[in-house]
């Protein structure tokens, strides 16, 4: 770890990062040399999740994509664990770590179970790999971007595969604007995909032997692959039972103010999908909202009063969604476009070279 400064006081202020996604691990990298920094993450590495379809396709693709915490946070502490409870002043985790704070970041994003390591990691996608290459017929179910960019990507790499979406909705990725679910719509038949909408599959009766699958509709799907797409709720039930209970709204988002700090307190902030911020929940939003919380906790670190503080103005409705390695479908405020253009844009790295740049490293090199 290298060389501390302490700040004019003397003291380094304690900050707690809770989440080491795309907002926690970038906001601890920010603050590593002006406060004590801790992150505390079930896992000891930093996943590009947009990057994450294509390393089931492409396995090598997540030596970039999958970074230890340890690379970027070099004057930081990283306990590797699950946070279970706050108090007003401490951070308890499942191994019975107690972490006390000045300062508390909550960025756990949407729930999901991952390996603890980074190379359990990378064989879960070899090993993923490994069974779509076998596969002769995939199931995907859900038409969010996740479901509509794994059958592209599959699609292209494996384009003699049988691949079948099945989506509850009218059509693909309500979110977004009708214009750009149709243009995805089209790509995906284009390379012989089916996609079946308005129709679910009974995903709680399922044995892990299951090949035939029964939609809403009562047709049957033989699939030697399951993936399922259809989201998860954000990561918010460990709060329920201490101070914040009350700052967790219906859908389990955790209601901040305009400078991100959770609604009610000076010192806590939260940041990422776990937030109520109006919104795509967007792994480039979750930056912008790493890098305002940032900067507001330098100006109360520092001493500096409130109204310094930067306001965090909610993004209009724009999304890249990649459709392969060289196509993508991109929605912006008054123009929506598929093809090379936006491809070009997103589909080829994926933002990984970008993100990587963003927390130090570079862009090229795969770690170790």
């Known amino acids: 770890m290298g060389e501390r400064q302490p700040e004019l006081g003397g003291v380094w202020k304690r900050v707690v990062v809770v989440g080491g996604g795309v907002a926690g691990s970038l906001i601890a990298k920010t603050l590593q040399f002006n406060a004590d920094v801790t992150l505390v993450d079930p896992k000891d590495y930093f996943e590009i999740p947009y990057a994450s379809l294509r390393s089931k396709v492409e ?11 340890k690379d970027y946070l070099t004057n930081g502490r990283l306990i590797v664990g699950k946070a279970i409870s706050i108090s007003n002043s401490q951070v308890l985790t499942s191994e019975g770590h107690q972490i006390s704070y000045d300062y508390l970041v909550v960025a756990t994003g949407h729930s999901g179970s991952f390996p603890r390591t980074r190379r359990e990691r990378l064989t879960e996608f070899r090993t993923e790999h490994e069974e779509i290459r076998s596969a ?11 479901g509509v960019e794994l059958a592209a990507e599959i699609a292209f790499d494996f384009p003699q595969k049988k691949v079948t979406l099945v989506h509850e909705g009218s059509r693909l990725m309500e979110f977004i604007g009708a214009k750009a679910a149709v ?7 284009s390379r012989r995909v089916e996609v079946m909408l308005r129709q679910s ?13 029964e939609t809403s509709s009562g047709e049957s799907i033989r699939a030697d692959r399951l993936f399922v797409c259809t989201g998860n709720p954000p990561a918010s039930d460990w709060l329920r039972e201490t101070f914040l209970k009350d700052s967790i709204d219906r859908f389990g988002n955790v209601k901040v103010d305009e400078n991100l700090r959770v609604k009610g307190y000076k010192n806590v902030f939260a940041v ?16 912008q909202q790493a890098l305002v919380a940032a900067k507001n906790l330098k100006v109360l670190m520092e001493g500096g009063q409130e109204r310094k503080m930067a306001i965090y103005k909610a993004s209009p409705g724009k999304i890249i969604v990649s459709l392969g390695r060289q196509d993508a479908v991109a929605q912006f405020q008054y123009s929506t476009w598929i093809g090379l253009v936006p491809g070009m844009i997103k589909s080829k790295d ?8 963003k927390l130090g490293l570079d862009p090229r090199i795969a770690d170790r």
């Not at 396995?59 to 915490?69: G, Q």
């Not at 243009?183 to 038949?189: E, R, T, Y």
């Not at 009766?205 to 699958?213: A, W, Y």
């Open 59 to 69: 396995p090598a693709f997540a030596e970039r994509s999958v970074i230890y915490h």
């Open 136 to 146: 002769d017929s995939i199931l995907i179910v859900g038409g969010g971007p996740v």
């Open 183 to 189: 243009k995805a719509l089209q790509w995906l038949k």
């Open 201 to 213: 599959i009974d995903l709680d009766n399922l044995s892990e032997e299951s090949k035939t699958f």
């Open 272 to 287: 990422g999908d776990i937030t109520d911020v109006k919104e795509i929940k967007q792994g480039y939003f979750a930056q």
């Open 350 to 357: 994926l933002f990984v070279g970008k993100t990587r740049k």
